[in-house]
């Protein structure tokens, strides 16, 4: 019985899945992690997309095959990178699939797709941009990145008689039509010859034969293999990459002018395969945070979670509806009976007023019945609104509690989206009540045709379970269709979105062109998608009806046979003939289910996301921590930081004392927005510390130093509200009473005497009302007017101010926190002089540290030739005489001749 533990070990040992697992990307940057969830899926492994997003957008590089194979192995898939000719990956004997391959789009883009499976000339394709999908090889092969790369000819020829590929050629001359004995003799002599383009001929002439096989130019079976000979022995007479009996298109590989014989072109394709499953995968505490938690994160059941929510307020409710509607779904059956009784009871009561009465009884049952519904709808109404405001404050509670590294890897717009689809999730009760009265209808109506003629019970119950069955088992089809459509549904309102606050420079870039053109295939796809819903929807109720009619017909014909026409025969009739139309409202109900399953699961997927997890306080080593004082000290040791796989920030070492001033000049893109990132909680380190006070930067440690940070940035948002709400929205905003003097230092009380509404002037959205000069100082006096400030955040503070204004304000605000410590991130490198300390950033990395006037005096110093680059800017550009000179000063424009830029400009613009 050794036999046994084989099979056993062979039936419990995950496999691949027939059909490749549906996922949707949900932007157009995600197809890296969408496409690694479904090969991780499809071998049985559980992940989180919305983790492996954040991974991919954070820590690794999700648009980079190489990242994604090592991240796939990681996580306990046998993955190869490999390069094949683009017609290989279909061949049976090459073992391409499953495989993750790179596409180009008639836009020239790349993207990733999963081909999961061939059945014949049909390819099982799973594509993030739409969903799956069916094509063929052929246009596949042509859809796929062409990829070229210089590979040494000894590692070509000896890949190309390895034992795999000598088995890829002959199934390829098997499929020309030669016999088993002459496809290995072909090859066999190709292999013999110890140069790479003896088989670099037969490959070439392979698929030169098989274009013309597959176009009837040429017949399979003798006469291709015939031809092949030929080309191959012409081809042997001449020199490699002057071969003309086969054109240059056929050739996988082609000789390197410059190489001298030694390097040959490989074109084909690139793809990552995946063999299986890894017998041994790295333990979890291995993983970075983001791909731990997407192997650990429990999967959520939306209808469990809402059930619970709804359970929350205690079971009596929804188990005194279900009762409520069993009885009113009872009376109907009764209400039914009587209407059957009226025409026997016709006959006894020949007395007008005892019919008027019976009538009248009848009509009585029948309004209470029509009262007892009111109860019912308005509860199904009331706990939908329950469900709707609970679901609102989950999301409301668990927004703030969610780590930026979540919307970092996420649209807005897609957050958006799924907090305004809350509203859908008050019609989930309404829903689940009416099929629950359709279930009960159904029960008391097979009850009623058990009573009349209990033969016929058997074949009304395999009506309704039919009926109830042939839902059941499309429903995982119509679920991952309309969740399809609803990505693209959530795609197509980011992209509203993103055009709705860009309207300005599309207007102005006369780019509604573009802009339609996006839209127009966005809104195709959903289409597609929408129409991909109701289709097979339809086919399902066709079908449904058909069987259930069907065999209704079949159970009257029965009756009448064995019963003949009988009192009870009308009452039958009537509940037979209703079966199919209770299961035809069943349907209907059904069919909405996926749809609220599937808004159920987006709502709960960031309120059930995993919060940052709180690290407990580590202390900076040493005897004794930093004391705290008015003003914050910073360290940073051998700190990187990686943001989508890149490096931008590494190897930063810092230390600022309590109440410092620094400075931080640098290049666009050296890193200088990315380090005070560092302190703001937008980026963790992927590598070395950060400590605040001498206590490590945790979560905890953060929300902290956020309550005592003063940030102004030209990013940071400006609400709707009034020019007052403005200022004080934080909830550390000082007393009104500094108010003036915070307005006189930022310089808005001119502003204000224009405005007739003054501090209840509203700023409109995005803070469109104010000039963008303006509404720099209003982020400064918004800044200004916290209170405890022991960090003061700078970056590009005063842009869109002038010169003299920069000057004024930079001076104003270092002696408005003198007490607090303070980094300032510029342009304006002749402004850092007055610091007492300067940082000069470039690649990710601190090349410059020191005071001002000693880096401006070292040799080759960067800092002394930022200043120089500016001067000369200055001086030699700006001031040039083909300049015309336009002041702008009260709102009237005068021309002047004075030079276009001085060092200390007077108030006003030029």
């Known amino acids: 019985m050794s036999f046994w533990p084989a099979i056993k070990e062979r039936l419990l040992k995950p496999r691949r899945r027939w059909w490749v697992p549906e996922v949707i990307q949900t932007s157009a940057m995600d197809c890296g992690p969408a496409a690694l969830k479904c090969l991780l899926e499809g071998f049985h492994i559980p992940a989180s997309y919305g983790r492996l997003r954040e991974a991919c957008q954070t820590s690794i590089d999700g648009t980079s095959i190489d990242m994604i194979e090592g991240v796939a192995r990681q996580l306990g898939l046998d993955a190869e990178q490999v390069m094949l000719p683009r017609d290989y990956l279909w061949v049976p004997e090459a073992n391409a699939l499953p495989a993750m391959v790179t596409i180009k789009h008639p836009n020239g883009m790349t993207h990733f797709v999963i081909v999961w499976r061939r059945h014949g000339r049909w390819l099982q394709v799973m594509d993030p941009a739409v969903g799956r999908r069916w094509t ?97 022995a012409r081809s042997a007479e001449e020199a490699p990459g002057t071969c003309k009996a086969i054109p240059l298109l056929y050739w996988a590989v082609l000789p390197m002018a410059d190489s001298g014989g030694e390097e040959l072109l490989l074109r084909g394709a690139v793809l990552m395969r995946i063999r299986g499953r890894l017998p041994s995968t790295p333990g979890a505490e291995q993983l970075i945070p983001e791909l731990r938690a997407a192997l650990t994160e429990r999967a959520v059941h939306p209808m469990r979670e809402l059930w619970s929510m709804i359970r929350a307020d205690g079971v009596l409710t929804p188990a005194a509806l279900l009762a409520a509607l069993g009885f009113a779904v009872g009376a109907l059956i009764m209400e039914a009976l009587l209407f059957r009784g009226l025409f026997e009871v016709a006959q006894d009561l020949s007395v007008a007023s005892q019919r008027a009465v019976a009538f009248a009884a009848l009509l009585c049952f029948t309004t209470l019945l029509w009262v007892f519904e009111f109860p019912i709808v308005e509860e199904s109404l009331r706990l939908g609104r329950r469900l ?17 590294r979540y919307f970092q890897s996420r649209p807005i717009s897609d957050v958006a989206e799924r907090a305004h689809s809350i509203y859908l999730s008050r019609q989930l009760p309404d ?26 019970l058997p074949l009304a119950a395999a009506i309704a379970i039919l009926a109830v069955g042939i839902l059941i088992a499309a429903q995982p089809m119509l679920s991952e269709r309309d969740m399809r459509a609803r990505s693209h549904a959530g795609a197509l309102h980011g992209f509203y979105l993103d055009a709705l606050l860009g309207i300005v420079p599309i207007r102005t870039h006369s780019a509604e062109r573009s802009v339609r053109r996006e839209h127009e295939g966005l809104l195709t796809e959903w289409a597609r998608a929408a129409r991909s819903v109701l289709r097979p929807t339809l086919l399902v109720k066709a079908l449904q009806s058909l069987v259930c009619i069907s065999l209704a017909g079949w159970l009257l014909l029965r009756h009448i046979e064995s019963a003949g026409i009988t ?37 709960l997927e960031p309120i059930k ?79 070395g510390s950060v400590f605040i006070d001498g206590v490590a930067l945790t979560t905890a440690r953060l929300s902290q130093l956020r309550g005592e940070t003063a940030w102004v940035d030209p990013a940071v948002q400006l609400w709707n509200r009034s020019l007052l709400e403005n200022l004080r929205y934080s909830s ?16 808005l009380v001119r502003m204000l005497v224009g405005q007739p509404q003054g501090l209840q002037t509203v700023l409109a959205e995005g803070g469109a009302s104010v000039s963008g000069g303006e509404g720099q100082r209003l982020r400064l006096a918004r800044a200004m007017w916290q209170r405890n400030v022991r960090l003061a955040l700078l970056d590009e503070p005063f842009r869109g101010l002038d010169r003299e204004q920069r000057h004024r304000h930079l001076t104003e605000v270092r002696r408005f926190w003198q007490d607090a410590t303070l980094i300032c991130v510029t342009h304006d490198v002749g402004e850092t002089r007055a610091f007492p300390r300067v940082l000069v950033v470039e690649n990710g990395r601190i090349v410059e540290d ?28 700006w001031s040039a005489a083909l300049w015309r000179r336009i002041r702008l000063d009260g709102g009237r424009l005068q021309e002047s001749s004075r030079m276009f830029l001085t060092p200390r400009s007077s108030a006003g613009h030029e």
Request: some cysteine.
């Open 850 to 877: 020191g005071r001002p006037e000693e880096l401006a005096l070292a040799a080759g110093s960067r800092y002394r030739n930022l200043l120089d680059v500016e001067e000369a800017l200055r001086q030699g550009v």
């Open 388 to 404: 709707e405001s609970r679901l609102r404050l989950l999301l409301l509670e668990k927004l703030p509690r969610l780590s930026d």
């Open 431 to 456: 829903l689940a009540v009416r099929m629950v009265r359709v279930g009960w209808e159904l029960m008391f109506t097979l009850v009623g045709i058990a009573v009349i003629d209990v033969q016929s």
């Open 136 to 232: 063929t090889c052929r246009r596949l092969t042509g859809e796929l990145f062409p990829h070229r790369l210089r590979v040494p000819a000894a590692d070509w020829h000896e890949w190309a008689v390895s034992g795999e590929t000598v088995q890829i050629m002959i199934g390829r001359l098997r499929a020309l039509g030669a016999s088993p004995a002459k496809a290995n003799d072909i090859v066999a002599r190709a292999t013999q010859k110890n140069h790479w383009y003896a088989m670099a001929t037969v490959d070439a002439a392979t698929r030169l034969l098989g274009a013309l096989t597959a176009g009837d130019g040429v017949r399979r079976g003798e006469q291709a293999i015939e031809l092949l000979e030929t080309l191959v």
């Open 732 to 747: 550390s905003a000082g007393p009104h009473s500094t108010l003036t003097h915070i307005l006189e230092s930022a310089d």
């Open 609 to 687: 996301a995993p919060e940052q997890p709180e690290a407990g306080v580590v202390r900076k080593p040493g005897p004794h921590p930093v004391q705290r004082s008015t003003a914050i000290a910073i360290e940073m040791k051998d700190v990187d930081v990686v943001a989508a796989g890149h490096v931008i920030l590494q190897n930063v070492c810092l230390s600022i004392r309590p109440g410092e001033h620094v400075a931080i000049v640098g290049p666009s893109g050296a890193g200088k927005s990315s380090l005070l990132g560092l302190l703001l909680g937008w980026h963790q380190a992927a590598a």
């Open 567 to 603: 009192g009870s025969l009308l009452l039958l009739v009537y509940w037979v003939v209703k079966l199919p139309t209770l299961a035809e409202s069943l349907a209907t109900l059904v069919a909405q289910y996926p749809a609220q399953r599937n808004v159920a699961l987006r709502l």
